[in-house]
């Protein structure tokens, strides 16, 4: 009978317990200025008076409105909504397509082998990155507040701020994307005489689809409540009237106004898991 094999003694002590404890107090060190000068004081939340307050503001919204009369202006506010941040994001993979693809080292055919094209190739590269930190460097809402002036109140200066706003972010996402992913089919595809979209069609996106989808649904659901967000400064929608709520001091609707962010929210996710699973 063969004798059962020999197990290694499992060790005492955590050989890497000194290095995390180590790491996680230079971590604390270096947190807690930043958290003095943020003025991050928690425990004033739970002082009697401001429980109160909140108390209060907090029972100022219930019940939610229900009149069948805020209930239509809710559901135009949401479907407007919807449009700007479904626009935004269509406005912003025009975009973010090209200047991903411009951007991708993965896909530069330059990048083969030595050429003359080398050089030209980095430096398209690096404008296409620097495109794409311009345009997701300034705030959607300060793009919102300059297409209000331009364009006047209304849902369009929304959509143009998220495109532009979002279209850097896509495209800088993108970009990450498809690098990290396994490029050895792209470079084959391209070292064989293959194009740049043959590269990333059949070289890149089997591999990268799901993760390009469920980011894109993802800035899809941020959009949402950009959008509500930009309403507050005149770019229509569910922000506008959820200002109008607040100013006139109506926690009813503003609650209601709430609980179809969370259906939005949870429509979002809904949407990402199907598509995700479309693409499996």
Do not use: H
């Amino acid at each position: 009978m063969d004798a059962p094999p020999k197990t290694l003694p499992l060790p005492d002590r955590d050989p890497d317990a000194r290095a995390r404890l180590g790491w996680t107090l230079a971590a604390l060190v270096l947190l807690w200025p930043l958290l003095v000068l943020a003025e991050f004081r928690p425990w004033v939340l739970f002082e009697p008076g401001n429980l109160q307050v909140m108390g209060r503001f907090l029972g100022g919204f219930l019940p939610p409105a229900s009149s069948a009369e805020f209930l239509g202006y809710l559901l135009e506010a949401t479907l407007e909504t919807m449009a700007i941040a479904t626009a935004g994001i269509a406005l912003a993979l025009l975009l973010a397509v090209p200047l991903s693809i411009l951007s991708t080292r993965a896909l530069a055919v330059a990048a083969i082998g030595p050429g003359p094209g080398r050089l030209g190739g980095r430096v398209l590269r690096a404008a296409g990155r620097a495109v794409l930190t311009f345009l997701r460097a300034v705030p959607e809402i300060v793009w919102a507040l300059m297409f209000v002036r331009v364009l006047g109140l209304g849902p369009a200066a929304g959509v143009l701020a998220l495109a532009i706003t979002y279209g850097g972010m896509l495209g800088k996402v993108y970009t990450e994307i498809l690098e990290s992913t396994d490029t050895r089919p792209a470079r084959a595809i391209l070292e064989a005489g293959g194009g740049r979209f043959a590269a990333l069609a059949y070289g890149l996106l089997p591999n990268a689809a799901q993760e390009l989808t469920s980011y894109t649904v993802y800035r899809w659901e941020c959009a949402v409540r950009a959008s509500v967000i930009m309403g507050f400064v005149g770019a229509g929608g569910l922000g506008q009237l959820m200002d109008q709520s607040m100013k006139m001091l109506n926690g009813g609707e503003a609650a209601t106004i709430l609980l179809v962010f969370l259906v939005l929210v949870l429509f979002a996710d809904a949407l990402s898991a199907a598509l995700r699973r479309a693409l499996a």
